[in-house]
Each structure stands twice: as C-alpha cells, then as structure tokens.
C-alpha cells in the first residue's frame, strides 16, 4: 500500500530536549516536505526537499532542521524545543501529480 | 504570495442535501488544486486531484471543479450522509517548485 509513514503520532516533551520526528514514504517520491497545522493558523510548509542531499526552508523554517540523505526518508528535527513548537506535524510526499500525507505527529512541549 | 480562500468557513446541513464548498486563489499560475477531507485530529486524505488542464474531475457523489483564469474551484458533494462530516481544505500546488498552498478549510457538519 503506498503511503507515509510517520512515527511517533503523539510525543510529550520538555523544553530544551531534541527530538527527532521520522518521515518514510514507498513511494519512491522525490519531493518531500513537513507541514505543521495550528487552530486559526491552517497549514504551513516548515522545509521542503527535491531529492536526496537538496532541501530547503518553506515558510516556517525557525526552529526546525531536515536531513535527506535517502530518497524515502526525511527527519523532522527539533535540537532545542520551545513550547510554541507544540503543534500537530504532517509529512507529505508528492508534488505535481498530488501529495499524500502522513497521519500527523501531535507534538507538546511543556 | 499564493493566498487560498474558502468559503463558506463552516456549513451545518441536514441528511441528503446537495451541497457546494468554494475555493478561491489569488495566483491563477498554478500547476494543480487537490482537495483533501480531514477528520479531527487526523490526517489529510485526498478525494481529488484536478490538473490545470483540466475543468473537472469526479469521484462517487464528489465532484470538483476548476476555473483557472478565474482563480477558483468548487466542490460539489452530492446526497450528503452523516459520514461526510470533516473540514475540507482545498490546497493549490504552485508552478514554483510545486508548493502546496492550503486555505482554512470549511468544516461541514452533516446531521441526521
């Protein structure tokens, strides 16, 4: 079954402790990219990448880094969460012909 | 800057209506518009995936629409069920590196 997969779907946290949020999609995509997802806020595209070794920042980089050394996997990192990152993060692989999303990483930084 | 608009923001209606979601977008450079349903707490499911070129595309009772030139899509839901409560969030894909724009979304509510 195509799809993305991301673990873990819920993650408590403190203040300060990296984290690292998994991405994985069969696929065989080369555009991956994360969202995160806040009341009143909507969707916002955080990094992107176009391939293995290339990414870059969306809208809402602060905060966040992304690795892509594989061409189905893509981290979500946090080296230092703040409470403000507390949020609801999606994956999504895809581009032109339509994105598929993961089913969310509900993330608190307390 | 790509900005998406839906409206209405929220629609409560009863069991068996036919009903009608608008999507407006600023930019009419764009390479597709997806729809995608999401239940609470969820993640996005796609229901359909319309490429420029085209003017609509169907599923089942869904059906959606594209005017390009005019910078807006519908979406048609067609006999309503109970089971179609979900906030719609309709996403244009942009020509710039394919980025997905969202709107807010209209939560639909469909009761018995």
């Known amino acids: 079954e195509a799809q993305v997969t991301q673990n873990p779907r819920y993650l408590i946290t403190v203040t300060g402790k990296k984290l690292t949020v998994t991405c994985s999609q069969n696929?065989?995509?080369?555009?991956m990219s994360w969202y995160r997802q806040d009341p009143g806020l909507g969707l916002r595209q955080i990094y992107y990448?176009?391939?293995?070794?290339?990414?870059d920042k969306g809208d809402v980089p602060e905060g966040y880094k992304v690795s892509r050394k594989e061409k189905r996997n893509f981290p979500l990192i946090l080296e230092s969460p703040s409470p403000n990152q507390t949020s609801l993060y999606f994956c999504?692989?895809?581009?032109?012909?339509?994105?598929?999303f993961g089913s969310g990483t509900r993330l608190t930084v307390v | 800057k790509q900005e998406v608009t839906q409206i209405p923001a929220a629609l409560s209606v009863p069991e068996g209506e036919n009903l009608v979601l608008n999507c407006s977008f600023t930019?009419?450079?764009?390479?597709?518009l997806q729809w995608f349903r999401q239940d609470p707490g969820k993640g996005l499911t796609s229901l359909l995936l319309?490429?420029?070129?085209?003017r609509e595309q169907t599923s089942g009772r869904l059906n959606a629409s594209l005017d390009k030139s005019s910078g807006r899509s519908t979406l048609y839901i067609a006999a309503s069920q109970p089971g179609d409560s979900a906030t719609y969030l309709c996403?244009?894909?942009?020509?710039?590196?394919?980025?997905?724009?969202f709107g807010q979304g209209t939560i639909l509510t469909v009761h018995p």
């Open positions: 999504a692989s895809g581009k032109n012909y339509g994105y598929t």
């Open positions: 990448s176009m391939n293995v070794e290339v990414t």
């Open positions: 319309i490429q420029s070129s085209q």
């Open positions: 930019d009419s450079a764009i390479y597709n």
């Open positions: 996403a244009v894909i942009g020509t710039s590196y394919g980025k997905l724009t």
């Open positions: 696929m065989n995509h080369e555009y």
